[in-house]
């Protein structure tokens, strides 16, 4: 009986879970089996876990399109585990991570925990550059398992675990935007602990164009807005940061056509740090100009959407509609 069960939801993803696999074949501790839920794929990768049978204790399914959190939960309900893992298909594993893992728990147990996520030397320099923006505490405060964090560590679906008895007194994921920090919130409101095991790393290759980042992070601002509905005390100052750069750089584009040339020169400062910075952590002329143009699409879009949802559902009031769909997923 295996310790871990990893729990990977899959949609059209045959290549990503390919390199999946083959990762997690070359774990240097087998104390886990896979389950790959196959999401209604119209695409499936059967095939790509045929090629692994024998090399991991894997278990592949196929179910009806529903959505990533309900395959979770299906995944979940068939697991043999005593702790469960779930990683995201486009994740690449070290070799190294469930000896690391196991060490740490046994270390220091804790119920639930969520490790950091990073760029492998093969990622794409658009990759790369999506790593740094979607990392970096210029661009996220540090949220995302940084060294230094402006609010309490959230563990995120791409690497997160936690155990069988979380699961049987809190439940499994709802299906909605950003429902790992929701799965979260209600693990510590149930009294358990949760913390960052920053050894525990993954490779995450995220999304492979800006068009894609820009669509995901204005979901990620759109879906605060439904998490603050849900959980008054959950949005943070950290949170409203992206709107207020919208609105910032705004003002100081009107400023700086209307009034005086010079109003641009904060703008003009923070992209010269964000280049810095990403050029001191990637060493690449090339992907830190690229991470200046990432960290620009991820705060305009998150911040866009994180407006536009705050006057649609708050200020305009049709944020009941969101707090009533919810409740209805509930126990899903």
């Not at 060490?103 to 220091?108: C, F, G, N, T, V």
């Not at 550059?129 to 964090?149: C, D, E, P």
Request: charged share 25%; hydrophobic share 40%; net charge positive.
């Amino acid at each position: 009986m295996p310790y871990f069960s990893v729990i990977v939801p899959v949609y059209n993803r045959t290549d990503e879970v390919r390199d999946l696999l083959r990762s997690l074949s070359r774990q240097t501790s087998k104390d886990f089996e896979v389950l790959l839920v196959e999401d209604g794929s119209t695409v499936p990768c059967e095939a790509e876990a045929k090629a692994f049978e024998g090399k991991l204790d894997l278990h592949y399914y196929y179910k009806e399109n529903e959505g990533r959190s309900i395959a979770r939960n299906y995944g979940i309900e068939r697991a043999r585990g005593q702790y469960f893992i779930f990683f995201d298909s486009d994740c690449v594993i070290p070799d190294q991570y469930f000896a690391t893992l196991a060490r740490a728990l046994k270390r220091h147990y804790v119920p639930c925990f969520g490790g950091p996520d990073g760029a492998s030397d093969d990622f794409t320099d658009v990759q790369k550059a999506i790593n740094f923006s979607m990392t970096s505490f210029l661009t996220t405060g540090g949220i995302r398992g940084g060294k230094v964090q402006l609010e309490k560590f959230v563990p995120r679906s791409f690497n997160m675990g936690y155990s069988r008895e979380v699961w049987e007194r809190v439940g499994g994921f709802r299906e909605m935007f950003s429902e790992d920090i929701d799965m979260s919130t209600r693990i510590r409101q149930a009294g358990f602990d949760i913390r960052l095991i920053r050894e525990a790393y993954v490779y995450h290759k995220r999304r492979t164009s800006l068009a894609k980042f820009a669509r995901q992070t204005y979901v990620f601002g759109m879906s605060r807005i439904s998490l603050k509905l849900l959980y008054p005390d959950s949005l943070k100052l950290v949170h409203t940061l992206p709107a207020v750069f919208v609105l910032g750089c705004l003002a100081l584009i009107l400023l700086a056509i209307f009034w005086r040339w010079w109003c641009i020169l904060p703008l003009a400062l923070y992209v010269v740090l964000l280049w810095v910075s990403a050029l001191f952590k990637t060493r690449s002329l090339k992907i830190a100009s690229m991470a200046v143009v990432t960290s620009f699409v991820q705060l305009g879009c998150y911040g866009y959407g994180f407006l536009k949802a705050f006057v649609w559902k708050i200020v305009l009031g049709h944020g009941r509609d969101v707090q009533q769909e919810i409740a209805m997923r509930k126990g899903k």
